[in-house]
């Protein structure tokens, strides 16, 4: 089985270590960080105001210039840097400060709650039966096998169900192409086994996490687990536009959440630490933490340094 496509790694490259000071160097600690939640222990009622802040960004205009949403804003950048930000040691750091674009993007629609992470490692018994699916308190199932929004594509189906049908994103891997959000899951029917559950079990997660280096740590966390979650859900999963689906967004704050925990190991070094192939290239170089982190507008471009950290007043969160 073949992970979505960005989940090929580049190669492993030692990794480097910057002054600690330069993680933070937005400024000193936060005070009061935002403590990040699994959506599950949300009550219906804060979900269904997270959900709702989703749809509002459907009636903002773009942040970026773009004749389409502000919701279309972070698959645009997303697809159009692919190459840039997937099995390169940027990867960790360039979702980081993208989910918590998205977040603060939900705060501007009103949302007064807690950003979500969801916890597949909870749902590896059955992960159809995920609370992220719940047609009342979560973002919808499955789409229809019988709807294709693109006619031509076997792996796009549409939302039939939950609070997402007939939420219509704008972007596909070949340009502006509105369609209904879809979801083509690898359920054991088209393909064996269950939405891929081995790739991200406890189990596994806990052999993402003793890794010893950030180089090795990214490169598993990303070909392993990130990719199969992609692969698993597929529809507008699958392809770079994937932050068309708003479960996004929930997977990559997971990803944070265990470097977050994998840095928390060992603070003092691993909130510093940085390495890796610095493109897809056949030679990649080495990447540095000095190494600019384009956004397209998004956000103004940062340096992987000042995303190394959490509970920065850059970003002022926890899990």
Avoid at 238 to 258: K, V
Wanted: glycine content about 8%.
């Amino acid at each position: 089985m073949q992970f979505f496509s960005f989940v090929l790694s580049a190669g492993l490259c030692a990794a480097a270590t910057i002054p600690r000071q330069a993680a933070a160097a937005d400024g000193n600690a936060c005070a009061n960080p935002a403590k990040r939640v699994e959506w599950r222990t949300m009550t219906a009622e804060v979900q269904k105001q997270y959900i709702d802040a989703v749809k509002c960004l459907k009636t903002k205009p773009s942040g970026m210039g773009l004749n389409t949403t502000r919701y279309d804003d972070f698959p645009y950048v997303h697809t159009h840097l692919d190459n840039t930000i997937h099995t390169v040691a940027m990867f960790l750091p360039w979702h980081r400060l993208f989910v918590q674009v998205y977040e603060d993007s939900l705060r501007d629609c009103g949302y007064k709650g807690p950003m979500a992470y969801w916890d597949w490692t909870l749902d590896t018994a059955d992960v159809t039966k995920a609370p992220v699916w719940d047609v009342e308190t979560g973002f919808g199932g499955n789409g229809d096998p019988a709807i294709d929004p693109m006619k031509e594509s076997s792996s796009k189906k549409c939302l039939v169900d939950g609070p997402l049908k007939g939420f219509e994103v704008a972007y596909t891997m070949n340009g502006y192409a509105p369609h209904c959000l879809a979801r083509n899951w690898n359920s054991g029917i088209a393909f064996p086994g269950d939405m891929l559950a081995d790739s991200y079990t406890k189990e596994v997660v806990d052999e993402v996490s003793a890794q010893k280096t950030y180089v090795d740590f990214r490169y598993k966390l990303e070909g392993g687990p990130h990719g199969a979650i992609h692969s698993a859900v597929g529809g507008d999963m699958s392809p770079a536009t994937s932050p068309n689906d708003p479960i996004f967004f929930l997977h990559h704050a997971q990803i944070d959440r265990l470097w977050t925990q994998w840095q928390m190991e060992k603070p003092e070094t691993r909130t510093t630490e940085f390495g890796g192939p610095k493109t897809q290239d056949k030679e990649p170089g080495e990447a540095s933490a000095e190494d600019v982190m384009p956004y397209l507008g998004l956000v103004p471009d940062v340096k992987v340094k000042e995303i190394l950290a959490t509970g920065t007043e850059r970003l002022c969160y926890t899990y």
